[in-house]
Structures are given as structure tokens and as C-alpha cells.
């Protein structure tokens, strides 16, 4: 019953969300290992490059959301993770049709940040929160995270090694690796031959200090 005996793990927003956990929680978590992780900065398609990174035109109704999501189905469609993101993220009650509010709007053609919904969204990315929650990240007992290079969310690859970076830069040791192949590919082989063993080798299994 300690942080130091306690690890926490995901992939793809799973990653974003072990990553947030170990980064708002070391009195709860004390190592953080994440594969894939997703939405962890504004980049590439995770931004106003993407048009569907505002709300959806003509949609009513969450079941016309779903359709939407149904008949323009890609790889990269983010309508339905948009709103994911959204309920948890920018969660807005009073909004209509759908209650949420997104990060970016329309203005004379272009899309642009929707200034208060963008800062709360930028606010629970683990990019931003290394220098609003430093003191917390450097209490944890390990951090680990990887990426496939052919990952098809582009944005995956560029906010990961970026997050390398800045982890380097203020001198928090961790653990990065990079593999040839897509989002999910070669998981469970990721999970029980890297996560697992990483956080085995950094945890306490008898009572010690955090």
C-alpha cells in the first residue's frame, strides 16, 4: 500500500491517461510506463491543420454525430475522438446540440484556437504539465514511453520524441524507445516484454521509502 509498489500503464489515449495519472498523482503512482500515447500535444493532425478538429457541420444530435462517424470513417477521422476528448476534457452542459465545447473554431475561413476551451485542453497535456507539475514528475520512481515510427496518428511520433526532449532537458531520467510499426502493432509483445518487466525492475515489492 505505497506509490513506490504501484505503477500504472496504457496505450493510445490509455498512454495519455498513464502518463496524466503518474504526472498528477505520485503520491498514489511511482513509475508510469506508456505505449503509444495519444493527444499529448497540439501537433501534425491533432490540430488546425485538421478541419475536423471543429465541431462537425449540420450535426443535431449525438446520433447524427455517429453517423457522421459511419459514412466518413478513416484512419484518421477524428469526429468521434474529437468528442471523447471533448465529454472528458471540455465538458459544457449548456451547449447545444452536443454538450461540449472544442478547442478550435472557424474565423474568416480559418481554423483557429478557441482561446479558453484550447488553454483547457493544452492545460491536461503532458507536454504542458512538464513545467506545471515539474515538482510531481520528478518525485516518480520511473518513466517510460515508446512509439512506433510508422505510427499512422501522426501527431503520436512528433508530441513522443518531443516529450523525450523536454524530459532531457530538465534532467529527468527515462526510458524511450522507438519500434518499426503502427499504432498498436506487436502490443501484447510491448506490453508483457517491455512495460511490464520496466515497471517490475522500478517498483518495490516490501515496504520501503517512496
Not at 41 to 68: I, K
Not at 126 to 132: A, F
Request: with cysteine; net charge positive.
Amino acid at each position: 500500500p505505497q506509490a513506490a509498489s504501484r505503477g500504472v500503464t496504457g496505450l493510445s489515449m490509455g498512454g495519455f491517461g498513464a502518463l496524466r495519472f503518474g504526472f498528477l498523482h505520485p503520491d498514489i503512482f511511482g513509475a508510469v510506463y506508456a505505449l503509444s500515447p495519444a493527444f499529448i500535444g497540439f501537433a501534425a493532425e491533432f490540430g488546425p491543420e485538421n478541419s475536423t478538429m471543429v465541431a462537425v457541420p449540420g450535426v443535431t444530435s449525438y446520433a447524427d454525430l455517429q453517423r457522421h462517424v459511419a459514412t466518413t470513417r478513416t484512419r484518421e477521422n477524428y469526429a468521434g475522438l474529437l468528442y471523447i476528448c471533448a465529454a472528458a476534457l471540455s465538458p459544457n452542459p449548456d451547449a447545444k446540440p452536443l454538450p461540449i465545447d472544442y478547442p478550435f473554431i472557424t474565423r474568416d475561413g480559418r481554423l483557429v484556437p478557441n482561446p479558453p476551451v484550447h488553454a483547457r485542453w493544452q492545460a491536461a497535456m503532458p507536454l504542458t504539465m512538464l513545467d506545471t507539475h515539474l515538482a510531481n514528475i520528478r518525485r516518480l520512481r520511473a518513466i517510460g514511453f515508446d512509439v512506433g515510427t510508422s505510427d499512422h496518428f501522426r501527431h503520436i511520433p512528433v508530441t513522443v520524441r518531443a516529450l523525450d526532449h523536454e524530459l532531457t532537458a530538465r534532467g529527468i531520467a527515462h526510458q524511450f524507445s522507438e519500434f518499426a510499426g503502427g499504432h498498436t502493432d506487436r502490443a501484447q509483445e510491448r506490453l508483457v516484454q517491455h512495460a511490464l518487466p520496466f515497471l517490475a525492475r522500478h517498483l518495490l515489492s516490501t515496504p520501503g521509502k517512496n
